[in-house]
């Protein structure tokens, strides 16, 4: 006799199944299947990246048909009420659909609602009732009305929402421009505080809109156990209510936060302060740190956090920004990206010297090039370095990684900037000391530095690379600019020739 699968066991492996087409075949085999198969599938339309692909967008945006199937009498008449055709969307399911809701991307719903809404309106009422208002006008109250029902049964249905997000207007159907007020009432409905209670992600990155205000407001009361924040700075209203929401948590690990404005972010800061017990990944972009005061206690370390990401934050090289810099202790993986002139060399070899050997992955894009101290930083502390990636480069900078003995250094990737180079005398250079665990070169070119070299050096090269006790699954990656595949230096079939003989793989990106 056949053994049967546990219901656990089924969930596990089903929520582990990538193709949607082969969720849709196991419902099919059989009664304790497909029920099982269905909160699955039914987790997907609202919880998913939509695709941009029409044909596909309009074959998912069937699901607002079930979700009017599941509405009850009193919201049925209302939008019929309202010259919404329910002809294709018969009362009663064999599944409480909304029920299965338990994560939430606004947009998908804003998309699918207007792909399918053209389906279901009445052409005779429109024409009787239109008066004074255009046939658009029309379609946006449509709209706005059957957001406002669809939400308010997914917040009567559910049991729970743990993963909440709601990006900017430019992303949404012109039926939405001003959608705010109707985001921003959720939690004015019966029953959002339970289903809200145990958010665990939450991304917004909604510009300034006053109307969307009270929602922060709630969720700082409401939810304190969220893990995962991506969050955009607007103006300074919103700034003080996402910092009260950061502060309130308890056990953030991963805060993703963008600024678009230049203004005060004091209390994001101390919010940020606030977690570091927890915080696991914190990445900033185009913050100003101008106006960070550090409180007169210090500010002690960042005792879970390993990954740190920055882009273009300005004043970082502030005095008092150190303070920050000597609190991240126990990071592995660094990025720093600024292009403009003036970063912050302290700041950024103050983190080098703490993490120390702690670091494995390190990548830096600084204008122009990396200047001396940084530089120095990584050859002096960060000896377990596994993944490196230094842009602007000088030769010089190239040959002291290779004679640094990283011994653990997996992948490296570099471009050398503008400077002019002899790619042939770097490469035979290169090969005198290239570390044993090196799996990936990646050499990035730009149409002013082509890195033109010939296929004896190259093979130079892999002579030097690939020898005895280096053998393995070893990648060259020459990635070009747009500019320089369309012209100049390109790979013979002798350079192909050499890649082959060594069994290496050779692969051509873009930037």
């Not at 329910?86 to 606004?106: E, R």
Request: proline share 3%; net charge neutral.
């Amino acid at each position: 006799m056949a053994t049967k699968i546990s219901t656990e066991l089924l969930i596990m492996i089903l929520n582990n199944v990538q193709s949607t087409q082969d969720l849709y075949s196991s419902f099919l085999v059989n009664r304790f299947w497909c029920k099982v198969t269905v909160p699955i599938l039914w987790e997907l339309p609202l919880g998913q990246e939509c695709c941009t692909d029409d044909k596909k967008l309009r074959k998912k945006a069937l699901c607002i048909r079930t979700y009017i199937s599941c509405m009850n009498t009193h919201t049925r008449t209302l939008l019929t009420q309202n010259g919404l055709d329910l002809s294709s969307s018969p009362p009663q399911t064999t599944f409480d659909y909304p029920s299965f809701t338990h994560k939430f991307i606004v947009n998908n719903l804003v998309n699918f609602i207007s792909k399918y809404l053209p389906q279901i309106i009445d052409p005779d009422q429109d024409n009787c009732n239109i008066g004074d208002e255009t046939y658009e006008e029309i379609v946006i109250n449509k709209s706005r009305i059957l957001f406002s029902e669809i939400c308010k049964l997914i917040i009567d249905h559910c049991t729970y929402l743990d993963s909440f997000e709601m990006t900017g207007a430019k992303c949404f159907s012109r039926n939405f421009l001003d959608y705010g007020d109707l985001i921003g009432s959720i939690f004015k409905l019966s029953g959002a505080s339970k289903v809200f209670k145990k958010l665990e992600s939450f991304t917004s990155t909604i510009e300034n809109n006053e109307q969307i205000y009270p929602l922060y407001e709630s969720l700082k009361l409401i939810c304190d156990n969220i893990l995962n924040m991506d969050l955009k700075l607007d103006l300074y209203f919103q700034v003080q209510l996402l910092a009260e929401l950061i502060s309130a948590q308890k056990r953030l690990e991963n805060l993703s936060i963008g600024a678009k404005y230049y203004q005060d972010y004091n209390s994001i800061f101390r919010a940020i302060i606030s977690q570091k017990e927890t915080l696991k990944c914190l990445r900033l972009n185009f913050l100003i740190f101008h106006h960070f005061e550090r409180k007169s206690s210090p500010i002690g370390r960042f005792t879970s956090l390993q990954e740190l990401y920055i882009e273009d934050c300005h004043g970082l090289h502030k005095w008092n920004c150190l303070s920050l810099a000597a609190a991240f202790t126990q990071l592995s993986s660094f990025h720093f990206i600024y292009t403009y002139k003036g970063y912050p060399q302290k700041f950024i070899v103050k983190i080098l010297e703490t993490a120390n050997e702690n670091l494995r992955n390190i990548r830096l894009s600084l204008y122009d090039t990396i200047p001396f101290d940084i530089f120095s930083a990584i050859l002096n502390y960060c000896t377990n370095i596994t993944e490196l990636t230094l842009l602007n480069l000088s030769s010089e900078q190239v040959i002291a990684i290779f004679n640094n003995n990283f011994n653990e250094l997996r992948n490296f990737s570099f471009d050398c900037g503008m400077e002019r180079i002899d790619a042939d005398k770097l490469l035979c250079q290169m090969a005198k000391n290239v570390p044993e665990s090196l799996e990936t070169i990646e050499i990035r070119m730009n149409y002013y530095n082509p890195w033109i070299f010939s296929a004896d050096d190259l093979r130079k090269f892999f002579e030097g690379w690939c020898r005895k006790g280096r053998e393995g699954n070893k990648k060259i990656i020459v990635k070009r600019s747009e500019q320089l595949r369309r012209s100049r230096f390109k790979l013979s079939d002798e350079h192909f020739k050499v890649i082959k003989e060594y069994g290496l793989k050779s692969l051509y990106l873009m930037n």
